[in-house]
C-alpha cells in the first residue's frame, strides 16, 4: 500500500508565501515523477508544477516566477514553495505521484493522489 501525505496549507495574505510538503511511503520500487495539482470550486483541476526522477521540471504558466518544486529522495518527499501569493491561488492542492512497485518479476506503474489541503489566500 502507497500513502501520499501532504501538509503546509493555510490561509495567508496575498503577497505572502507557504511551503506545501507530500511525503509518499509504503511499497515503493521507483518513483518516476511527483507534482502538484489544484482545483477550485467549480473549476477542473489543473496541473501546478512537475517533477520528474530524472529532475526535470514542469510549470503551469500562472505560477512560473512564483512557485518552485523541489524534492528529497531519501524522504520520498517533494515540496512546493509558493511566493507572490494571490487570491486567484486559492484553491485544494492534491499531491500527485507515478511509483513503480515490484510484484514477482514484473514492476507496475501507478498513479496515486494525496487527500489535498486548502490554500486560502486572502486580505
Known amino acids: 500500500q502507497v500513502q501520499l501525505v501532504e501538509s503546509g496549507g493555510g490561509l495567508v495574505q496575498p503577497g505572502g508565501s507557504l511551503r506545501l510538503s507530500c511525503a509518499a511511503s509504503g511499497s515503493i520500487f521507483s518513483i518516476n515523477a511527483m507534482g502538484w495539482y489544484r482545483q477550485a470550486p467549480g473549476k477542473e483541476r489543473e496541473l501546478v508544477a512537475r517533477?520528474?526522477?530524472?529532475?526535470?521540471?514542469n510549470y503551469a504558466d500562472s505560477v512560473k516566477g512564483r512557485f518552485t518544486i523541489s524534492r528529497d529522495n531519501a524522504k520520498n518527499t517533494v515540496y512546493l514553495q509558493m511566493n507572490s501569493l494571490k487570491p486567484e491561488d486559492t484553491a485544494v492542492y492534491y499531491c500527485?505521484?507515478?511509483?513503480?512497485?515490484?510484484?514477482?518479476?514484473?514492476?507496475?506503474?501507478?498513479?496515486?493522489w494525496g487527500q489535498g489541503t486548502q490554500v486560502t489566500v486572502s486580505s
Open positions: 500527485n505521484a507515478l511509483i513503480g512497485r515490484r510484484w514477482r518479476e514484473g514492476v507496475y506503474e501507478y498513479d496515486y
Open positions: 517533477i520528474t526522477s530524472g529532475g526535470s521540471t
